[in-house]
C-alpha cells in the first residue's frame, strides 16, 4: 500500500511557518509592479498545454512565495495519494472506497478488481451501453410505447447526478441534436416538473432516472410524478418497466426493485463519487445531445488532463497550482471566497457545478483521522458569465473591502459568436483583469472614484469550447480540488454533512405538528402545515 500519509499536518511544516512569514510582508507585493520589474514573469507564470492556456501571473504572489507553495506541495503527500489514487487505494476513508472517476475515461489503465468487480469491464460495459442508448435515441430507433421516435428526454436527478451533465449539454449546446432536447429536473419543488410536462409529448418523451444510490427523496418523487404521467397520459400499468424509463445508478438492486428492467439500467461503480460522475452512465444526457464520438472526445479531454496531473512536475501542474494559489489566499491571505467568471454565456452551470465540487469535497474540518482541524479549509466559491457580472456584483471586486480573487474563463475562438460581439466580450474579459490589477488612485481623485487594484486574478483561455476543452478543463477542477484536499489532510471524497438535514426532513414528514421540536421550527411548522 502506498504511504498517503494520513497524519499530515500542513500546519506543523517548516513551509506552512514560512508562508505565514510572507503573508505578513504580503502587504508590499504589487502584481502590477511584478509584472513590469520583471519581464519575465507573465510567461513564467503560465502554462500552455493543448488547447488551454493558463495565465497566473497577476496572481498576488512572488516567486519566493511561490516557491514555498510548491515546497509544501513536495513535503505534502500529494504525490503519494495521487498513486494512491491511480492504484485503487481505498483513499476515501471513511467509506473505505477508491475513488476512480479517472477510469471512466481511460478503463484500459484500470484493469483491476474492486470489490470483486473488474473496473475496466465495469466502465467498457457502461460505455457500449451509453452508445447503444444515444445512437438509437439519436437516429430514430429508440421507440416509445406507441411506436413514435423519442424527441424529449428528462434527466431526473439531483446535486452530482444533475449539475454535471445540465452544465455540460448547455456548453455543448452548439453541437446539440435538433430533434431531440434534454431537460433537467432536479428540485423537488413541483412547479418545476409540472410546468415542463404540460410541454411535452409522453408519446415521444423519455424519463431517465439519474441517482447513484437510488434512495434519494427528491429524484424518487420527481420520478413518481413523471411515472404518473406517463401512465395517465399513455395508459401504461407499469411506466418503469416500459421504453419510456431509464435508470442509471451504481445500486443495480434498488433501481430493479423499483421497476426497472436490468438492461434498461446503466450501471456505474460505487467508487465513482456523485460529483465525479458525468463521466459515466449520468452523463447519457450528453452523449444523446451531442452524440457518443462528442462524448468521447468529452472524455479524452479528461483523460488528458489526468496525465497532465498524474505526470506534469507541480510547478507546470495546472491543478497544482489552481490548489495552490487558493491555499495562499484562502490560509494566508484570508480570503474566504473564490469567484468564477467564465465569459462565455454558454458556461453559466460552472459555477454552479464547481460549487458542489468544490464545497462538498473540500467543506471539511478534521482530518482523515478524525481530528479537528485548526486552519481554514474550503472556501466559498461563486460567480456568473461574464460580461453579466460586471454590470452586478464586479462593484465589490473592485471596490469592496474583501480580498476575492477571480478565476476568468474563456475561448479565443467561438464559432457561434460573430467576430465583433466576441472580441468585445473577449476585450472585457481582459479589461476586468487588467482593471483588477491596476487600480486607479491619482491625486486628484475623489475616494468614491479610487480604486484600490491589487487584485488577484487568473486567466484560463481555452482556443475553443470543444468537447475536448471542456473535458479538460472539468478534470483539471477535480484534481484541483482533490490536491487542496491532500494538502489539506481532509477526504475530499465523502459528503457527511448533507445527512442530518435529510434526517431531520425524514422527521419532519412522520411528526408533523409534533411539538418536540424547538420554538422557532415548531412556529413555522404550524403554519406551513395550516397554509
Ligand atoms: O446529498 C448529497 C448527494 O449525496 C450528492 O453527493 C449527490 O450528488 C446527490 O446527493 C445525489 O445523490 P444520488 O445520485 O444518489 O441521488
Known amino acids: 500500500m502506498t504511504n498517503t ?25 504589487s502584481i502590477a509592479n511584478l509584472l513590469e520589474s520583471d519581464p519575465g514573469r507573465a510567461q513564467q507564470m ?16 512572488n516567486s519566493s512565495v511561490l516557491g514555498t507553495l510548491f515546497s509544501l506541495a513536495e513535503v505534502s503527500p500529494l504525490a503519494s495519494s495521487i498513486k494512491a489514487m491511480v492504484s485503487g487505494e481505498p483513499i476515501n476513508r471513511s467509506e473505505g472506497r477508491p475513488v476512480l ?23 467498457d460495459k457502461g460505455q457500449a451501453q451509453i ?53 433537467f429536473i432536479s428540485n423537488v419543488d413541483g412547479a418545476e416538473i409540472n410546468t415542463l410536462l404540460k410541454c411535452l409529448n409522453a408519446e415521444t418523451t423519455l424519463v431517465v432516472i439519474v441517482s447513484k444510490t437510488f434512495t434519494t427523496q427528491e429524484t424518487l418523487l420527481n420520478a413518481k410524478t413523471a411515472l404518473a404521467w406517463l401512465n395517465q397520459q399513455l395508459g401504461l400499468a407499469n411506466p418503469e418497466s416500459s421504453s419510456h424509463v431509464l435508470g442509471i445508478t451504481a445500486n443495480r438492486d434498488n433501481a430493479l426493485n423499483y421497476g426497472v428492467p436490468g438492461d434498461q439500467i446503466i450501471e456505474f461503480g460505487n467508487w465513482v463519487g456523485g460529483r465525479y460522475s458525468l463521466w459515466s452512465g449520468v452523463g447519457l444526457s450528453i452523449a444523446i445531445s451531442v452524440g457518443y464520438d462528442r462524448f468521447v472526445e468529452l472524455l479524452d479531454g479528461a483523460k488528458a488532463m489526468d496525465e497532465h496531473f498524474f505526470n506534469t512536475d507541480f510547478s507546470e501542474n495546472m491543478p ?52 479537528d482541524i485548526s486552519y481554514r479549509t474550503g472556501g466559498v466559491i461563486w460567480g456568473e458569465p461574464g460580461t453579466n457580472g460586471q454590470h452586478a456584483f464586479f462593484q465589490l471586486l473592485h471596490q469592496g473591502t474583501q480580498l476575492i480573487p477571480v478565476q476568468f474563463i474563456g475561448a479565443a475562438k467561438d464559432t457561434l459568436s460573430s467576430e465583433e460581439h466576441h472580441r468585445i466580450l473577449l476585450q472585457n474579459m481582459l479589461a476586468q483583469g487588467a482593471a483588477l490589477m491596476k487600480g486607479h488612485s491619482e491625486a486628484d481623485t475623489p475616494a468614491h472614484a479610487r480604486y484600490p487594484g491589487n487584485r488577484p486574478s487568473t486567466t484560463l483561455l481555452m482556443d475553443e469550447l470543444t468537447p475536448f476543452n471542456l473535458g479538460a478543463l472539468i478534470a ?8 487542496e484536499g491532500v494538502i489539506w489532510g481532509i477526504n475530499s471524497f465523502d459528503q457527511w454533512g448533507v445527512e442530518l438535514g435529510k434526517k431531520i426532513a425524514r422527521q419532519l414528514a412522520q411528526q408533523d405538528g409534533d411539538s418536540s421540536w424547538d420554538a422557532s421550527t415548531a412556529q413555522l411548522l404550524k403554519r406551513v402545515t395550516a397554509s
Not at 106 to 115: E, G, L
Not at 138 to 155: A, C, E, M, P, Y
Not at 335 to 354: G, H, M
Open 320 to 371: 497544482v497550482i489552481l490548489a495552490l494559489l487558493n491555499i495562499w489566499y484562502n490560509n494566508f491571505l484570508n480570503a474566504t471566497s473564490t469567484a468564477v467568471i467564465p465569459y462565455c454565456e454558454r458556461l453559466n452551470f460552472l459555477p454552479p457545478y464547481l460549487q458542489q465540487l468544490e464545497m462538498e469535497s473540500n467543506g471539511k474540518s478534521v482530518t482523515q483521522n478524525g481530528d
Open 131 to 183: 452508445k447503444d442508448v444515444s445512437d438509437r435515441i439519436r437516429s430514430g430507433q429508440w421507440l416509445g410505447s406507441s411506436g413514435k421516435q423519442i424527441t424529449d428526454v428528462i434527466n431526473i436527478g439531483i446535486g452530482g447526478s444533475d449539475l454535471g451533465p445540465k452544465m455540460a449539454c448547455r456548453a455543448l449546446q452548439q453541437y446539440a441534436h435538433a430533434g431531440v432536447r434534454c431537460h
Open 476 to 483: 483539471l477542477y477535480e484534481h484541483k480540488v482533490f490536491a
Open 101 to 123: 472517476h479517472s477510469a471512466l475515461r481511460n478503463p484500459a489503465k484500470f484493469d483491476f478488481s474492486v470489490d470483486g468487480g473488474n473496473v475496466a469491464e465495469l466502465v
Open 5 to 29: 500519509n494520513t497524519d499530515f499536518d500542513p500546519s506543523s511544516t517548516e513551509q506552512w511557518k514560512l508562508l505565514k512569514a510572507q503573508a505578513s510582508r504580503a502587504g508590499d507585493l
Open 46 to 61: 503560465s502554462v500552455a498545454w493543448q488547447g488551454l492556456f493558463f495565465d497566473y501571473s497577476k496572481s498576488l504572489i
